[in-house]
């Protein structure tokens, strides 16, 4: 509990140290009676008056002081009650302390001082209007009533002005307190405390303190408002006045001055008792004179005090300036690395769209050439019509180029500009440097890499404690930066438990990161790479099972559908318990509902056919038009690939002849162990039905292929292979369990040694006065927590699924 004033910082009441300090030991053993009296007057003077941080709540309880003891010096004190609940920026709500971040709490915090002084110094405008000498006082605490006491007790507080209930709450016959801290604060406060309890402008009860001088009585009632404010006027006066007495046989006797003989007694002459008179009003004036000496020194004490608060204020002032300036600095270092960072970048990118526009020119000079050479042939050949129309044909053909090209440039300077803007956008999963990525692969070491393709290359990798597949894309390629941005932005925006998990990306070397499946590819498992055991036919009719739910979740995703356009086994992985996982999204289509074909009823977009010529939809190579049913027919060539173990190329062909003669079952892969034939003749048509060269007459995944497949994957639960591998997943991936409680994690954090962990289970660590890793049991160079948000996903589907 820390208290803040305005005040000089010393630990007793100004008042008290003054007289201490002049000796009134000295003065009060001339005449005690009369010095006991002005010395506690001038001691407990000042009066002070309790105020919320609401002024226009509090401003009638203090009106009402000033203008009872216009004379007097004023002190405002306030209990400062920190705020346990914060409002948080976006969420229009506010939360607990303890789930916002220590930055968020201690921005707040200064906000709450800011508004406090601004109404203290409000109400310090109130008492500079009334012409009245006022200071400020508070203090932090959690329970205002318990920071009021403290106040009283620490500053030796005599007389308290104070709320007795908020003003809405006042009545007329209000005959005592309602407010819960004034109720308190009667009956925690020292005795020696006056407190005036006031609502609406009137007081409502007056607690006398043990020590109030004579003719103050005892404790007033609510209606002895009149005898409170006689009894205040006798404090109002600070010098004292000189009073005589004479001694009753009741008092008891003063040894050390006896008061003077009376002159009717007879033991004292007229002469002597006038030199004794003349003694005591000598002894009178001397004590007027140290008292009026002491009030002096005090005064010059509080200008002391004062100017040497001011001098620290200016130091700390003149530090802290320093230290802005120093953050100043470094910000603007930091900033004019980042501003060459980013013209490298723009010179990157104006040099690709340079090489972009000499391709324009060369398309363009090839198109001026072919003109020229029809205009030849058509003043040559004219009865030549057909091979003129080839002609018009490819002149057709090269026109499209060049306006794919340029389209292509188009894309790639906006996903350069996209990229680059990218980095100061807050990212939904994990970004690392190169340097991270070079020390995953050993440096590229050829013998981590798991997989190569026209797109770049894929290697098997440790980062951060975990086994990750790491895709590098070529830099060289105008294709590789649009596919890292177009697969980026699929991966981290949807979920799907047969989606593969994008875990990260290094946007400076064009590089996803992705988990780590064991099983490698469908494209492996089917050609037995490795010598590894073939796929039975449950497992077979489960992946497919997957693979059209998650081809129907994207199909289905809104606003815009998602296809893939180059499904093929290659792109669909297998993890420990060969679940099927979709990956490769970079050159997959976003179709949105107002890009619609010529019948105006299926979502699609002209662009040049990518991928491999097997599984590609030949309506999609005629046209250019990609649509959800050219993923549709991949799909049912992937089909009877899981059926005959057979390539791809011509496969269509050999099942529908195998059907027409009956010989379908001479077909199957005998690898996959004894098929069902009835099972095995229902999906050959179903896979059949998706080939069609029409694309209106295959069928759609989420009815007709999903009525078909789903009992068949029902089916396969009673077999031993397929219990088994229920079991088998059941059983968590390690890297889903925290290191220090050996379960499954919840809400995973990074710390600062690369390891993962439960955050309680940290925080834990961390509070229990740990500063070493649990892992490596080195010193942590930093405590604070990043959430992995991709394992995080990546575990909620887990469970889900089990």
């Not at 090269?398 to 990212?427: G, T, V, W």
Request: aromatic share 6%; hydrophobic share 35%; glycine share 6%.
């Amino acid at each position: 509990m820390a208290v803040v004033s305005h005040v000089p910082a010393i630990a007793q009441p100004v008042d008290q140290i003054r007289y201490r300090d002049i000796g009134v030991p000295e003065i009060m053993s001339i005449r005690g009676e009369i010095v006991e009296e002005p010395v506690a007057r001038v001691i407990e003077d000042k009066i002070y008056v309790a105020v919320g941080k609401q002024v226009k709540e509090s401003k009638s309880v203090l009106l009402w002081a000033l203008k009872k003891w216009r004379e007097k010096r004023f002190c405002i004190i306030h209990v400062h009650q920190p705020a346990q609940k914060i409002p948080v920026s976006g969420l229009g709500s506010k939360l607990p302390v303890s789930s916002v971040s220590e930055q968020e709490v201690r921005s707040y915090r200064e906000f709450e001082r800011r508004e406090m002084q601004k109404s203290l110094d409000e109400y310090l405008l109130i008492c500079q209007s009334m012409r009245v000498r006022a200071e400020k006082l508070f203090i932090e605490s959690d329970s205002i009533e318990k920071g009021l006491v403290q106040l009283i007790l620490q500053y030796g507080i005599k007389k308290l002005v104070m709320g007795a209930a908020a003003d809405k709450h006042y009545k007329r016959k209000m005959v005592d307190l309602k407010s819960r801290k004034a109720i308190s604060v009667r009956l925690q406060a020292p005795a020696s405390c006056q407190i005036w309890f006031i609502c609406n402008g009137n007081i409502i009860l007056e607690r006398n303190g043990s020590n109030v001088p004579e003719g103050t009585g005892g404790p007033s009632t609510p209606g002895s408002s009149s005898a409170a404010e006689e009894s205040c006027d006798e404090w109002d006066d600070v010098t004292p006045t000189p009073v005589r007495r004479t001694k009753s046989s009741k008092e008891p006797q003063d040894f050390h001055n006896p008061s003077p003989p009376s002159v009717k007694d007879g033991s004292v002459d007229d002469t002597l008792y006038d030199q004794l008179e003349q003694a005591i009003a000598e002894a009178e004036n001397s004590r007027q004179e140290a008292f009026v000496e002491a009030l002096r020194r005090g005064n010059a004490e509080k200008d002391a005090i004062e100017a040497i608060r001011r001098a620290k204020a200016s130091e700390s002032l003149y530090t802290e300036e320093l230290k802005r300036r120093k953050e100043v600095e470094e910000a603007l270092g930091k900033e004019n690395l980042e501003l060459e960072r980013l013209r490298k970048q723009q010179d990157e990118v104006n040099e690709e769209l340079q090489i972009s526009l000499d391709q324009k020119s060369l398309l363009e000079s090839q198109i001026a050439e072919v003109d020229q050479t029809v205009n030849e042939l058509e003043q040559k050949i004219v009865s030549a019509v057909e091979l003129l129309q080839n002609y018009k044909k490819e002149r057709e053909e090269l026109q499209i180029d060049r306006d794919n090209a340029l389209k292509e440039a188009e894309e790639l300077r906006r996903s350069r500009k996209e990229a680059s803007s990218s980095m100061h956008q807050p990212q939904f999963f994990s970004e690392f440097s190169f340097l991270e990525i070079e020390k995953a692969t050993c440096n590229f070491d050829p013998s981590l890499k798991i997989g190569e393709g026209g797109y770049g290359s894929i290697y098997k990798g440790m980062l951060r404690h975990m086994h990750v597949a790491i895709k590098m894309l070529h830099s060289h390629s105008l294709q590789g930066p649009s596919e890292f941005q177009q697969e980026v932005d699929v991966l981290s925006k949807i979920r799907h438990p047969n989606l593969v998990t994008l875990i990260g990306a290094c946007p400076e070397a064009w590089t996803l990161v992705y988990e780590y499946l064991c099983n490698g590819s469908l494209e492996d498992r089917l050609s037995c790479r490795d010598n590894s055991p073939p796929l039975s036919w449950q497992t077979r009719i489960h992946i497919a099972t997957e693979l059209c739910s998650v081809l129907t979740f994207l199909h289905s995703c809104k606003p815009h559908c998602i296809v893939h356009g180059d499904l093929k086994p290659a792109n669909i992985l297998l993890d420990a318990n060969f679940v099927s996982k979709l990956s490769d999204f970079g050159i997959c289509r976003l179709l949105s509902q107002g890009e619609l074909s010529n019948n105006n009823t299926t979502p699609c977009c002209r662009t040049n056919p990518k991928g491999t010529f097997a599984y590609m939809d030949p309506e999609f190579l005629a046209t250019g038009e990609l649509t959800p049913k050219s993923d549709v027919y991949s799909f049912g060539v992937i089909l009877l690939r899981l059926l005959t173990g057979r390539p791809a190329l011509g496969i269509t062909k050999e099942v529908q002849y195998a059907l027409d003669t009956g010989k379908l079952k001479m077909l199957l892969d005998p690898l996959a162990g004894d098929w069902p034939f009835v099972q095995a003749e229902q999906l050959a048509n179903l896979a059949l039905r998706c080939c069609e060269m029409n694309r209106k007459g295959r069928p759609d995944l989420g009815t007709d292929v999903w009525r078909v497949l789903e009992p068949m994957r029902a089916s396969c639960g009673g077999s031993t292979s397929f219990r088994l591998g229920s079991e088998r997943r059941c059983q968590p991936p390690p890297y889903f369990i925290c290191p220090i409680f050996q379960e499954v994690m919840r809400d995973p954090h990074v710390a600062a040694d690369g390891f993962t962990y439960e955050a309680e289970a940290l925080r834990g660590w961390l509070d229990s006065g740990h500063d070493t890793s649990p892992m490596t049991n080195h010193a942590l160079s930093h405590k604070n927590l990043v959430p992995n948000l991709a394992l995080r996903s990546a575990i909620q589907e887990w469970l889900q699924q089990n």
